[in-house]
């Protein structure tokens, strides 16, 4: 039976307007994800159940219901600000709890990694998908955002392509589907493997998809592994605009007048490093920022990522994924030997 059209879609002519969403969607959204969040901290505060921590549960929780319920599309507004721009507040927080001098300690070791992450992925998956007969568009997409930044990669890339709508909804879901698994994974096996926190932290920051996976999985090793884990992702996050550059340079060569997306520049990278450099000024021996205050703000921020895990589960819907195994299956493997080559280089 095919899907009713929704009135939106039915407006006609090139006057229709996109409608702004009411208030009531998105005040509606963000509690909802507050709501979830709220149940995750509480049972991340259980004997027993703590072990996983508050991000995976809110993920999990988000997941079983998008499977159970289906998405709450009359909340979409308030689940995507809380997943895009309090994830974007939350990460910039996390900058506080950086010292600078790890920047310049581990940065440019960071970065190189980052490009080997982010070369081999689209590589491998690539490679892969051809030998398997895959879908190369949906492989592209998928090794992009292995290598990259998961969905937010391959919804700047995919304009720039020429992907069809449906790959790129199709991709943001594998890549929500795989990278969530990863990521829990990482968390179960984080006090088994035999990594300090700081190079637990790195390893994931430069494995994991989604700045929301790299969160979770760092979050499970502490303060300290997490900021790095976000410092070594945001990295390979930069190199999405060289990547995109590349891009459009191949698509002008072959497909002359088509292309012409230019990806957004990500802001909130620069408001990381602001925080961090302010976090780590100190006047007199004294830092500018108190610690009690420090800690208040990596307390609000751990929470803000905790909400925009919820928006991260309700995009794992296991149908869609089933629907290209071919290139979920590339994806898949590429995914598994990256986390193996990365392992090796921390």
């Known amino acids: ?7 939106q879609s039915q407006a006609a002519g090139p006057a229709a307007l996109p409608k702004k969403p009411s208030m009531t969607a998105v005040i509606g959204g ?27 549960w809110a993920i999990l929780i988000a997941a079983v219901y998008r499977q159970m319920r289906g998405y709450p599309e009359e909340l979409r507004p308030g689940i995507q600000f809380t997943a895009k721009r309090l994830l974007r507040l939350a990460i910039i927080l996390y900058g506080l709890k950086l010292n600078i001098g790890i920047v310049w300690h581990q940065g440019l070791g960071l970065m190189l990694r980052d490009v080997i992450s982010v070369v081999f992925a689209i590589a ?7 030998r398997l007969k895959a879908d190369m568009s949906l492989s592209l997409l ?29 991709g943001a879901g594998m890549i929500a589907f795989v990278g969530t698994i990863a990521a829990i994974l990482y968390t179960l096996i984080q006090p088994l493997l035999p990594l300090t926190a700081t190079q637990f932290g790195i390893w994931s920051g430069i494995s994991l998809h989604e700045i929301a996976h790299v969160a979770l999985a760092g979050a499970s090793a502490g303060d300290e592994a997490l900021t790095l884990a976000l410092l070594a992702k945001l990295g390979r996050v930069f190199l999405l605009l060289p990547l995109s550059a590349l ?9 002359p007048n088509e292309s012409r997306a230019k990806p957004e520049f990500p802001w909130f990278l620069i408001g990381f490093m602001a925080a961090s450099m302010l976090g780590s000024w100190e006047y007199t ?16 921020a751990s929470f803000l990522l905790t ?29 598994t030997l990256l986390v193996l080559l990365t392992y090796m280089l921390v």
């Open 1 to 7: 039976m095919a899907e009713p059209v929704h009135s």
């Open 30 to 56: 963000i509690a909802f994800t507050l709501a979830i969040a709220l149940i995750g901290l509480a049972l991340a505060s259980l004997p027993g159940l703590r072990y996983l921590g508050q991000l995976a």
């Open 124 to 130: 491998v998956t690539l490679l892969i998908a051809k």
């Open 142 to 170: 998928l090794g992009i955002g292995t290598g990259v930044c998961g969905a937010a990669a391959i919804a700047a890339v995919s304009p720039i392509v020429q992907a069809k709508e449906k790959d790129t909804a199709l």
């Open 247 to 255: 891009l459009m340079l191949w698509m002008k060569r072959t497909r």
């Open 285 to 300: 021996g004294q830092p500018m920022i108190p610690l009690p205050l420090k800690d208040a703000l990596s307390q609000i």
């Open 307 to 335: 909400m925009a895990m919820v928006g991260l589960g309700l995009n794992v819907h296991v149908k869609d994924v089933r629907r290209a195994w071919r290139p979920l299956l590339a994806m898949a493997i590429s995914t």
